[in-house]
């Protein structure tokens, strides 16, 4: 248990597909610390897991929400609307790109693989915001999840790279839209954790190894690190932070050789 209490918030997240999603970890350090939560799952085919992921969280719902369909965006912030009346946080931890996409050359990337890795990992973050701000009448926290090739080449990670530089500037551009309201908007880049997500990049392993060896801390971050500083970021302790990205990766970023 950490020394920030979130009993009465309620939020919402979006990406839980498994026990080792980033989605996951971050739900249940958000819980631990007396948060209410809907998870919602992309699809069918992981229903079973995310509801049964759900069911060990304190009074939790699960929904379904296809990212790309915006029918279901709006059916699970109505629902949470019916259910919680307001949140004060929302995680977005989605990201997707067609196999043939995170392998061989970017160059060869095609107009319709480009499309659908930008849409659902970088596009879907603006409705989200946009429905969770109608439920933040007091301001709230927005975080979701980059990583580093947006800055950087990654050979394997190809289009997905230039989705999170789309992402982060989305990030930015939204902060800078909401915050009046007191809705604040922040990524948290985390460095490369073994998930469903990880598994279909090139050469994952290898660059797993590089970040420990290079990084200052000389070795990888676990998913624990990532999800308390989700739970700074949720809570009123990071209340003067929004429009950033947030670097967790052992220090990674800050090398050049
Ligand atoms: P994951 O596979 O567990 O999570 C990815 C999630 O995206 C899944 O829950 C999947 O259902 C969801 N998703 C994909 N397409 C969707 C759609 N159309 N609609 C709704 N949901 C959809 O893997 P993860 O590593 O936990 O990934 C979570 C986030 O963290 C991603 O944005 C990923 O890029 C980011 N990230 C991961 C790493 C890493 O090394 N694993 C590092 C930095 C950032």
Redesign the pocket.
Known sequence: MYPIDLTGKKGII?????D?????GIAQMLGEAGARLAL????DR?KGRVTRLADTLDDAISLP????DDSQIADVFSQVGDTFGGISFLV?????AQREDLTGRFADTSREGFQIALE??AY?LIPLVRHAADLMPDGGSVV????HASQRVYPGYNV?GTA?AALEHSVRQLASEFGPQGVRVNAI??????????RGIDG?RDM?RLHAETAPLKRNITVDEVATTALFLCSGLSSGITGSVIPVDAGYHIMAV
Request: aromatic residues 14%; hydrophobic residues 45%.
């Open positions: 979006f990406g839980v597909a498994n080792r999603s980033i989605a996951w919602t799952y992309q699809n992981v929400c296809d990212a790309t977005h931890s989605i990201a997707f659902v990992s879907s979701t999840l980059t990583f997905m999170k880049s985390a460095g490369p954790l073994e998930t469903l997500a990880a994952f797993k």
